[in-house]
C-alpha cells in the first residue's frame, strides 16, 4: 500500500491512499492546487513526518495520527449512517458520549469532508446533535455544519506558507516566534509565549498544539447563537464601522481599558464576517501578510507609507 503526504498550500498538510479521491474530488482541489511531499509504504514513518511538518508549518496537528486511525471496521466501532446531509449515530443523545469516547480516532467521509472523533469533535457534536424524527434510540448531526467547525479548526494558519518557508523555519528555529524581539507574527494570534514541551522537535504533551485558537472559539459562540445562519455582511459591516469608531473614541480619551475591548470587539466582528463572506480570518491574514512581507517604505506622521 503506498501513502501520499500532500499539502494544500496555507490550508493543511495530509495523508491519503488516494488522491484524486480525498483532496481532488472530497476537498474541490485541482491538480496544481497542491503538492506532494513524498510517498512512503512505510505507515509509521509517513505518520510520523505528518505530525513533524503540521507543527513546522504551524498547522493543525492531528490528535491521533495517520497510522492509529480506525480506517477498518472493528467489532466495537459504530455503525453510523451518512447520507449527503447528515451523519446518523445508532444510540440516542443520551448514550452518544460514551459511544464518541469509545471510538476515539475513527474516520468517516462525506459529501463535505472527512471527519474523525477527538475530544474536540466530541464536544461539537454533543452540542449540536439532533433526536432522529424516525427513530428516538438514533441521532445525528448535520455535515455541513460539521464540515464548517472541523476546517475552521486550525490553530496558526498565519504560518503557512509553502513548504520552502517550513524549511526556512527548521532551519532557523525560533519556537513559534519571528525576528521582530521573539513577538509572535502578530500577537492576538497564539499566546504570548509557547510552552517549552511544543516546539517543532518535541512531541506536544499538554494540549497546547491541539487546542482551539482564540478564532475557533469566537466562531463556535457565533454559530451556536445562528450568527452564520441567520447573518448578514453589510450588518457586520456596518457593526464593524461602529466597533473602530468606539475604539478611536477610546483612544482619543486614553481609556486604556476601552481601547483594549473596542480592538477585541473589532476582531470578533473580523472573524464574524470573514466567516459570512466564506472564508476564514486567517487566510485573510495569511494573504495581507504575503502582500506587506516584501513592501519598501519609510515612516511619515507616525505611519509607515510604501514606496
Not at 501520499?4 to 498550500?9: D, E, S, T
Not at 467547525?149 to 494558519?157: A, G, I, L, R, S
Not at 473589532?266 to 494573504?287: D, H, T
Request: proline share 3%.
Amino acid at each position: 500500500m503506498t501513502y501520499y503526504l500532500y499539502h494544500i498550500p496555507g490550508k493543511k498538510i495530509g495523508i491519503t491512499k488516494d488522491l484524486q479521491k480525498r483532496v481532488e474530488d472530497q476537498q474541490g482541489y485541482n491538480e496544481g492546487e497542491y503538492e506532494i511531499i513524498m510517498k512512503s509504504d512505510n505507515i509509521e514513518y509517513i505518520s510520523e513526518q505528518e505530525i513533524y511538518l503540521q507543527k513546522l508549518c504551524g498547522y493543525r496537528v492531528d490528535e491521533t495520527p495517520y497510522n492509529k486511525l480506525k480506517f477498518n471496521k472493528k467489532e466495537n466501532d459504530m455503525n453510523i449512517n451518512v447520507t449527503e446531509a447528515t451523519t446518523t449515530f445508532p444510540c440516542p443523545v443520551n448514550k452518544l458520549k460514551g459511544q464518541l469516547m469509545d471510538n476515539v480516532g475513527m474516520r468517516w467521509e462525506t459529501e463535505h469532508g472527512g471527519f474523525v472523533i477527538n475530544k474536540y469533535s466530541i464536544d461539537w457534536i454533543m452540542k449540536n446533535v439532533q433526536v432522529s424524527r424516525y427513530n428516538k434510540e438514533r441521532s445525528y448531526v448535520y455535515n455541513k455544519a460539521f464540515a464548517r467547525f472541523y476546517d475552521n479548526h486550525q490553530t496558526h494558519d498565519i504560518l503557512g506558507g509553502n513548504l520552502a518557508d517550513a524549511h526556512m523555519r527548521e532551519r532557523y528555529p525560533s519556537n513559534g516566534r519571528d525576528q521582530y524581539n521573539g513577538k509572535t507574527l502578530a500577537g492576538g494570534l497564539s499566546p504570548e509565549r509557547v510552552p517549552e514541551c511544543c516546539d517543532e522537535h518535541n512531541p506536544c504533551t499538554c494540549g497546547y498544539m491541539s487546542a482551539p485558537s482564540q478564532f475557533d472559539l469566537i466562531r463556535e459562540w457565533a454559530d451556536e447563537r445562528g450568527l452564520y445562519e441567520n447573518g448578514d455582511t453589510k450588518t457586520q459591516a456596518l457593526k464593524l464601522v461602529e466597533e473602530v469608531g468606539e475604539t478611536c473614541r477610546a483612544i482619543l480619551k486614553e481609556d486604556f481599558d476601552e481601547v483594549i475591548d473596542g480592538i477585541g470587539d473589532c476582531v470578533v466582528v473580523l472573524v464574524n464576517l470573514a466567516e459570512l463572506q466564506g472564508v476564514s480570518i486567517e487566510s485573510c491574514i495569511a494573504a495581507a501578510y504575503e502582500e506587506i512581507k516584501g513592501r519598501k517604505g519609510k515612516m511619515a506622521n507616525g505611519t509607515y507609507v510604501k514606496q
